[in-house]
């Protein structure tokens, strides 16, 4: 079946901008999850939905950054007034339930900010 | 830091060797995966093992899990030039706020030479 999908592929933006990632779980996954990666560092853990339930944010590093799932399926990240230090891989999992299952990551969106 | 740690942090083999990568941790947990990056980009997973295994299989892949050392390795047999990639282990804990929520350590680079 379909993997994860994240789009655009590539995003270059001005400092300043605001831009949206976004992300297609594999369908009847319930958990969510997005992670960044800066250049040749581990993966950051950002933002996690499950279901209905409020979205774990903890990992979210300024109040520029947000996202939402709509039905419980497409989620979008939102950088507002983008940095260069938000430059990254932004990448998207899900899994079909959470701490017990496989998480699967999608291509990523790099994210450049000049 | 609940963050595993690879090591080494560069791994450089001829093809049809073997070529081991180990991961610590510090937290329970639940499963630890083992994925692998090529360019940076979108993760592949490879294997996930609980915490109640102790080796698992898949191919030319073997995985240990020492969970009173906190420690695993990843094995790759008989390795090929298309083996080049980063691989990261990431551990998913056993209580905590965030379900699912994976660790990731920083990776080993793998070089294979034809």
């Known amino acids: 079946g379909a993997g994860v999908s994240q789009s655009p592929s590539n995003k270059v933006t001005e400092k300043g901008k605001d831009v949206e990632l976004r992300c297609d779980p594999i369908?009847?996954?319930?958990?969510l999850y997005w992670y960044r990666q800066s250049l040749g560092q581990g993966l950051e853990f950002l933002i996690y939905?499950?279901?209905?339930?409020?979205?774990?944010k903890s990992g979210l590093p300024s109040d520029r950054f947000s996202a939402e799932r709509t039905g419980g399926s497409v989620s979008t990240l939102t950088i507002q007034r983008t940095q260069q230090e938000d430059s990254a891989v932004y990448l998207c999992?899900?899994?079909?339930?959470?701490?017990?299952?496989?998480?699967?990551f999608g291509p990523g969106t790099r994210l450049t900010v000049l | 830091s609940q963050q595993g740690e690879e090591d080494p942090q560069a791994l450089s083999i001829q093809e049809g060797e073997n070529a081991t990568m180990n991961c610590s941790y510090k937290?329970?947990?639940?499963?630890l995966q083992w994925y692998r990056q090529n360019s940076g980009r979108g993760l592949v997973h490879l294997i996930l093992?609980?915490?109640?295994?102790r080796e698992k299989h898949s191919g030319r892949l073997r995985v240990t899990l020492d969970t009173s050392k906190k420690s695993s390795s990843l094995l790759i047999t008989a390795s090929r030039a298309a083996d080049t990639a980063s691989y990261f282990c990431?551990?998913?804990?056993?209580?905590?706020?965030?379900?699912?929520?994976?660790?990731f350590g920083r990776g080993t680079q793998l070089t294979v030479w034809p």
């Open positions: 999992a899900s899994s079909f339930t959470p701490r017990t299952d496989t998480q699967y």
């Open positions: 937290t329970s947990i639940n499963n």
């Open positions: 990431a551990t998913s804990p056993d209580r905590g706020s965030t379900l699912g929520r994976l660790y």
């Open positions: 093992i609980r915490s109640n295994e």
């Open positions: 939905f499950q279901g209905n339930s409020a979205p774990d």
């Open positions: 369908s009847g996954h319930t958990a």
